[in-house]
């Protein structure tokens, strides 16, 4: 059975900083592009960032452009994402994808699996 487990969740001031991990199981996904979304209260779930297959190549929303980085080890099949300088607009609950393709798409209709979600609090 697949999953993807994120951790990292937590409550944390602006200006603040948090690291997201998505440990996956089941299978290996080190052929997979991975990506973060997230889904904020009241809104639609959004891209935030997606890694190729063998981490190379990275795509990022522009609203987290230069404050989130997204980097994978395939080695313990895990993703990570960095946030620093986080914002209030920045909380939302978090999920990690993976791919079919190796491609670092944006669209979620490119992610087959999908973890629950870990919640990010950014207070002001």
Request: proline residues 2%.
């Amino acid at each position: 059975q697949v999953q993807l487990v994120e951790s990292g969740e937590g409550l944390v001031q602006a200006g603040g900083s948090l690291r997201l991990s998505c440990a996956a199981s089941g299978r290996t996904f080190s052929s997979n592009a991975m990506g973060w979304f997230r889904q904020a209260p009241g809104k639609e779930r959004e891209f935030v960032a997606a890694i190729s297959w063998s981490g190379r190549n990275t795509n990022y929303a522009d609203s987290v452009k230069g404050r989130i980085t997204i980097s994978r080890d395939n080695a313990k099949n895990t993703v990570y994402l960095q946030m620093n300088s986080l914002k209030p607009e920045d909380t939302a609950i978090y999920y990690c994808a993976a791919s079919s393709g190796g491609f670092a798409a944006t669209g979620p209709r490119s992610y087959d699996y999908w973890g629950q979600g870990t919640q990010v609090t950014v207070s002001s």
